[in-house]
């Protein structure tokens, strides 16, 4: 059975880096889309990056030039670098394989950015 593993979260300052990282036991991995969810409390669960099989990235306007998603085929992991984080970045930060009619996540990581 598929399994997502996260890990990397914790507590930062204001301006602080983080990188998250999954690690996906998947069959086929490197044909499967990964993305990067998180969900504040009180909030809906958003999509904050993915990347495609064949490594285009796309990312909400919120993170552009903050955060960068990245994979490695070969460890079946994938990253998400995390800079200059804000307050609003707080959440917990999902893991999200999708390929045609299945999708797995992970169970989360908290990332607190607080002063």
């Known amino acids: 059975q598929a399994q997502l593993v996260e890990s990397g979260g914790g507590l930062v300052q204001p301006g602080g880096s983080l990188r998250l990282s999954c690690v996906a036991s998947?069959?086929?991995?490197?044909?499967?889309?990964m993305g990067w969810y998180r969900q504040a409390p009180g909030k809906q669960r958003e999509l904050v990056a993915f990347?495609?099989?064949?490594?285009?990235?796309n990312y909400v306007d919120s993170v552009k030039g903050r955060f960068t998603i990245s994979r490695d085929n070969a460890k079946n992991t994938v990253f998400l670098q995390m800079n200059s984080l804000k307050p609003e970045d707080t959440a917990v930060y999902y893991c999200n394989a999708a390929l045609k009619a299945s999708a797995y996540w992970g169970q989360g990581t908290q990332v607190t950015v607080s002063s």
């Open positions: 998947i069959s086929a991995f490197s044909f499967y889309a």
């Open positions: 990347i495609t099989s064949g490594g285009s990235t």
